[in-house]
C-alpha cells in the first residue's frame, strides 16, 4: 500500500494498552489523500485529520479496535468498528473498543464536521484488510499451501484442510512482513456494512458502565465550582471568601483567570459555598450589552462594505432590468449547544506531570491546552477520553479543560472534577452566532430567479472578538459563517454573498452544522419568496434550478414523492428545503397545521444521499436527532442578552421539543456508490425552513426571524 503507513508491534505497541501477544497493527493515512478524499470535508485547511486506528487480534480470538474519535452519541464507536471488521471478516460478537490515547503518531485525534467516517472508510477498511491477509500466510504456511487456496469468513481461515481461528493464528501472523497493496472488498462481498447492527456501546450505557466526563472518580478527588463574571468579558475586582470557608466541606477558594473557584469534599457542598461567596465584578466593556443592540448593529454593518464569498455573472445589471424586485431581511439568534451532560472535566497537577478526564471532541486540543497552562511538555499530559453525553460541536473547545486544569494547580496532586450546573452551562456557554442578512432577489420576464444577492453581517463562528479582512481562502471560522448562502447548487445566473464581521463581546463557537444552521434558513426561506412572486411551485421551482445538480435533484425529488407533495390532507400545510453539506445531500419535507395561530409540525419526510452507508440505523438515528435538535431551535431555541448578561438560565425558559410536540418522521436514503459524506449534522439546517415555508402555505405570512415563538405562532 504505497499511500499509507501500516505499523507492526514493534514500533507501535507503545502507544497501545494491549499486551504483547497476537497481531497488532496501526495505519497512518497522508493529510492530503484524506483531504482530497473529503471535499470540503471540515472547516478549511486546518482541518487536515492523519486517522489511525490500532487493531489487536489476540490469542484469546478477542479483536479490540482502539478508537481515535470520541464518542458524544453518533455512532462512533460502532460504526468505525463496523469498517475495520468488515475487511477483517472476523467475528462481530468478539469485537472490543476502547478510546486511543493521545500521541502524536495519531495526528490530530478529535471529532468535528460529521469526518469520522468519511476520514477513516479508506484507512480502517485497510487496516483491516491487511490483517486478514497476514492471517491468510499465517495459515497458509502452517499448511504448506498457496494464500489464494484460503479465505476467511467470521473469524476463521478456511482451506481444503478444515479451518483455523484467528486467535490461534496471530502471533503467526504478527512475525510476518506486512504486505502492500492489499484488495479491498467490492460492495457486493460486504456482510456488515449497510446492515442495521446494534450499537456496540448500548449494553454499558443501560447498565451504567459507560464512564462519561462525570463518572471520572480518581483516588483521592474533590469537587470544584467556578463563578464566572455574569457579563462576557468581565474580571474579578475582588472578593470575600470568609462566609465560604465556614460552608461544611469547602477545602479551598482560589482565584483562576476566569473567576473564582470553590473546592470542596462533594459537588454539593462547593455548590453551597459558592453561594456564599462576595464578589465585586469589573464586568468590562459588555455590561450595557443588550439583544436590541445587537440587532441594530447587525443592521448598520450589512450597509457596509463586505468581504465577497460568492460572485457570479453581474448582479447590479440583473436587477436593474428585472421585471420584478424582492427584498427581504432575515435575523437568527444565538443559540446555546444544550447538551444533556453539562460540561465538566477531571485533572491532577503534579510536579512532573497533569493527567485530564474529559467528554471531549478534540482529545490533541484538550492536551494542548493542558501543556501550555501547566508548562509541561505534551509527552507529560495524559488525557482519558470519557463518552460524551453531548456535544453538538460545545465540547471541541477546551476552555473548561483549561478552567479545571487551573483549578487543580491550586491542589498539587490531588484530583480535582470542576463542574457546571445547568445554569453554567447555558450562561457562559460559546454560542452559535447571531446573523443578520439582507437579500435582494430578481425574476425574469418568466419569472424564474435572474439574480440574488445576500448581504450578511454575523460574528465569526470561531471567535466572537477577533477581526478579520478576508476569507483565508473561502474556509476557517470565518468562511463558515457564510456557508449555505455561499455554497448552495441553486444555478442562479447572477449571484453575489458578501460578509462583515459583526462583533457584539458574545463568545462563539461551532454549533451542530454550524453557518448551515442559520444559513439554509436564510437561503431556503428566500428561494420560497422568490417561487411565490414567480407564481412558482417551490418544488417546481427547485428541480428547474438543480438541473445540472443530480445528487441534490434526487433527494429533492425522493422527498417529494414519499411526502405526497401537493397532496396534503385538507388543513395540513407543507413545507419545502434542501441542503448540501458535510459532503452529503439533504431534503425535507415538513407538513403542519395551524390552530389559533399556534403551528404543530406533524409529519417530518427526511431524504438523505450520503454515499454508501456504513449502519443504516444509526443514519436514521442521527437524521432523526437532528430534526428534532434543529426544531427544538426553530420553535423556542434563543439566547438573549440583557446588560451584557444571558437571560436564559435552564431548561424553563430555554425549552427543547417536549414528546408531546414531537412529529412522525420519515427517513428515506439514496444508494449510491460516491464517496461516504457525514450524516450527524446532516438534517439540522433544512427543518427550520421546511417549517417556515409551511407556515406561509397556511397563513400567507412569512417567518424571517427565529425562533417562532418571537413571531407571535406558538
Known amino acids: 500500500m504505497s499511500t499509507a503507513t501500516i505499523l507492526s508491534r514493534r514500533t507501535f505497541l507503545r502507544t497501545t494498552s494491549v499486551g504483547a501477544a497476537g497481531l497488532v497493527l496501526s495505519v497512518t493515512w497522508p493529510r492530503g489523500i484524506i483531504r482530497a478524499a473529503q471535499g470540503r470535508g471540515g472547516r478549511g485547511p486546518q482541518f487536515q485529520p492523519q486517522p489511525n486506528a490500532y487493531l489487536h487480534v489476540a490469542p484469546d480470538e ?13 455512532g462512533t464507536v460502532t460504526s468505525l468498528a463496523m469498517l475495520l471488521a468488515e475487511e477483517l471478516d472476523c467475528d462481530w460478537q468478539k469485537v472490543r473498543t476502547e478510546f486511543a490515547p493521545v500521541d502524536p503518531v495519531y495526528g490530530n485525534q478529535g471529532v468535528y464536521g460529521s469526518s469520522s467516517i468519511r476520514s477513516t472508510w479508506t484507512p480502517l477498511r485497510t487496516v483491516g ?98 463563578e464566572r463574571c455574569p457579563v462576557f468579558g468581565g474580571r474579578v475586582a475582588s472578593f470575600d471568601a470568609t462566609k465560604v470557608k465556614a460552608v461544611a466541606g469547602v477545602k479551598n477558594v482560589v482565584q483562576i483567570s476566569n473567576g473564582v473557584a470553590v473546592i470542596a469534599d462533594n459537588t454539593w457542598s462547593a455548590i453551597e459555598g459558592r453561594k456564599a461567596l462576595e464578589i465585586k465584578w469589573d464586568e468590562g466593556p459588555n455590561a450595557a450589552q443588550t439583544s436590541a443592540a445587537i440587532s441594530q448593529l447587525f443592521a448598520e454593518r450589512a450597509q457596509q462594505q463586505g468581504i465577497v464569498a460568492k460572485t457570479a455573472g453581474s448582479v447590479q445589471q440583473a436587477l436593474a432590468g428585472a421585471t420584478k424586485k424582492i427584498e427581504a431581511v432575515y435575523e437568527a439568534p444565538y443559540l446555546a449547544h444544550s447538551s444533556m451532560e453539562p460540561m465538566n472535566c477531571t485533572a491532577v497537577v503534579r510536579a512532573d506531570s497533569c493527567e485530564i478526564w474529559a467528554s471531549t471532541q478534540m482529545q490533541t486540543g484538550s492536551r494542548a491546552i493542558a501543556a501550555q497552562t501547566t508548562g509541561l511538555p505534551p509527552q507529560n499530559v495524559k488525557v482519558n477520553t470519557m463518552f460524551m453525553g453531548g456535544g453538538f460541536g460545545r465540547r471541541g473547545g477546551v476552555d473548561y479543560v483549561r478552567e479545571t486544569v487551573e483549578v ?45 444577492v445576500a448581504n450578511m453581517a454575523c460574528p465569526s463562528f470561531g471567535n466572537g472578538t477577533a477581526t478579520d479582512t478576508s476569507f483565508g481562502g473561502g474556509s476557517g471560522p470565518d468562511g463558515v459563517a457564510v456557508e449555505g448562502l455561499s455554497t448552495f447548487e441553486y444555478a442562479i445566473p447572477n449571484v453575489m454573498v458578501d460578509w462583515r464581521r459583526a462583533n457584539a463581546g458574545i463568545p462563539t463557537s461551532f454549533w451542530r452544522s454550524v453557518g448551515y444552521s442559520q444559513n439554509t434558513f436564510f437561503c431556503e ?72 395561530g399556534k403551528v404543530r409540525v406533524l409529519r417530518v419526510v427526511c431524504s438523505s444521499d450520503c454515499g454508501p452507508i456504513v449502519n443504516p440505523m444509526i443514519v436514521r438515528q442521527q437524521l432523526e436527532s437532528g430534526i428534532v435538535y434543529g426544531l427544538s431551535a426553530a420553535m423556542t431555541g434563543a439566547i438573549t442578552i440583557n446588560r451584557g448578561r444571558v437571560e436564559q438560565s435552564n431548561f424553563s425558559d430555554y425549552r427543547v421539543l417536549r414528546i408531546n410536540q414531537m412529529p412522525q418522521i420519515e427517513v428515506y436514503t439514496v444508494p449510491t456508490d460516491n464517496a461516504p459524506g457525514g450524516i450527524g449534522e446532516g438534517s439540522v439546517p433544512v427543518i427550520a425552513p421546511a417549517v417556515c415555508n409551511a407556515i406561509f402555505a397556511a397563513t400567507g405570512k412569512r417567518i424571517r426571524r427565529l425562533p417562532l415563538s418571537l413571531e407571535g405562532l406558538v
Open 525 to 596: 426561506c428566500f428561494l420560497d419568496e422568490l417561487a411565490a412572486a414567480g407564481g412558482k411551485d417551490p418544488v417546481e421551482l427547485r428541480r428547474r434550478l438543480l438541473a445540472n445538480s443530480p445528487r441534490l435533484l434526487g433527494v429533492l425529488n425522493l422527498a417529494a414523492e414519499k411526502a405526497d407533495w401537493g397532496k396534503a390532507p385538507a388543513g395540513h400545510f407543507q413545507g419545502v428545503a434542501a441542503v448540501n453539506h458535510i459532503g452529503s445531500y439533504f431534503a425535507l419535507v415538513a407538513e403542519i397545521s395551524m390552530d389559533k
Open 408 to 452: 487543580a494547580q491550586a491542589m498539587p496532586g490531588t484530583p480535582v472534577k470542576l463542574t457546571w450546573t445547568r445554569e453554567d452551562d447555558m450562561q457562559h456557554d460559546t454560542y452559535r452566532p447571531a446573523a443578520y442578512v439582507k437579500f435582494a432577489g430578481a425574476l425574469d420576464a418568466d419569472g424564474w430567479p435572474s439574480a440574488l
Open 129 to 226: 484488510a491487511t490483517a486478514r491477509a497476514m492471517l491468510i500466510e499465517a495459515a497458509a504456511q502452517k499448511w504448506g499451501v498457496a494464500a489464494s487456496q484460503l479465505h476467511t469468513e467470521n473469524g476463521y481461515v478456511i482451506g481444503p484442510s478444515g479451518r483455523l481461528s484467528y486467535g490461534s493464528l496471530a502471533e503467526a501472523a504478527a512475525a510476518l512482513p506486512i504486505p502492500s497493496g492489499v484488495p479491498l472488498k467490492e460492495p457486493s462481498q460486504y456482510r456488515l456494512i449497510g446492515k442495521a447492527t446494534k450499537r456496540l456501546d448500548t449494553r454499558d450505557k443501560i447498565c451504567g458502565q459507560a464512564k462519561f466526563g462525570l463518572d471520572a472518580r480518581p483516588q483521592g478527588l474533590v469537587y470544584a465550582v467556578l
Open 62 to 74: 478477542t479483536v479490540t479496535f482502539e478508537i481515535t474519535k470520541g464518542e458524544m452519541g453518533q
